[in-house]
């Protein structure tokens, strides 16, 4: 008996882990050359908080849902980057699907200001695919055949 009532806690346990995991999107990172300002090379410059950062620190995206780091990239010569974390696109629209406007705090930090969407049940979101760079390889050999 003791242990159908492991099993029965651990199931609820599962089943509200899945459900979380179905309310909240996925957080999405892409690199993208930084911004740099002429007199501060070395350094990525911030849109959002209109201030430069150096390599190797994050600031938040405000007004925005979001963060980015500045990085540097490990080419030969090295460039900056910057590595951007936000919500990613908005759920396909689904009516069985809506934006959970209680649960969703639009000023908490990254992630937690992302949308959270409540689904009738056994329903999934399905998000919108991205299109993917292609990787270095494929670039260098499209630049040859030119």
Excluded at 16 to 39: F, G, H, Q
Excluded at 80 to 95: F, K, M, R, S, T
Excluded at 126 to 138: A, G, H, K, Q, V
Aim: hydrophobic residues 35%; aromatic residues 8%.
């Amino acid at each position: 008996m003791k242990y159908l009532v492991v099993l029965a806690i651990f199931a609820l346990a599962f089943a509200a882990e899945e459900k979380a995991d179905d309310e909240r999107p996925k957080t999405y990172r892409r690199l993208i050359p930084a911004d740099v300002l002429r007199d501060f090379p070395g350094m990525c410059f911030a849109s959002t908080r209109c201030a430069t950062v150096e390599p190797g620190n994050s600031w938040d995206l405000a007004p925005f849902c979001g963060k980015s780091s500045c990085v540097i990239s490990e080419d030969e010569p090295p460039r900056l980057l910057e590595l951007v974390e936000d919500c990613g696109p908005l759920p396909i629209a689904n009516p069985k699907c809506k934006l959970d406007t209680e649960k969703t705090n639009k000023t908490a930090p990254f992630p937690g200001c992302c949308p959270i969407f409540t689904c009738e049940a056994g329903v999934k979101l399905e998000y919108p695919e991205l299109p993917t760079p292609p990787p270095e390889d494929e670039k260098k050999e499209d630049k040859k055949e030119a």
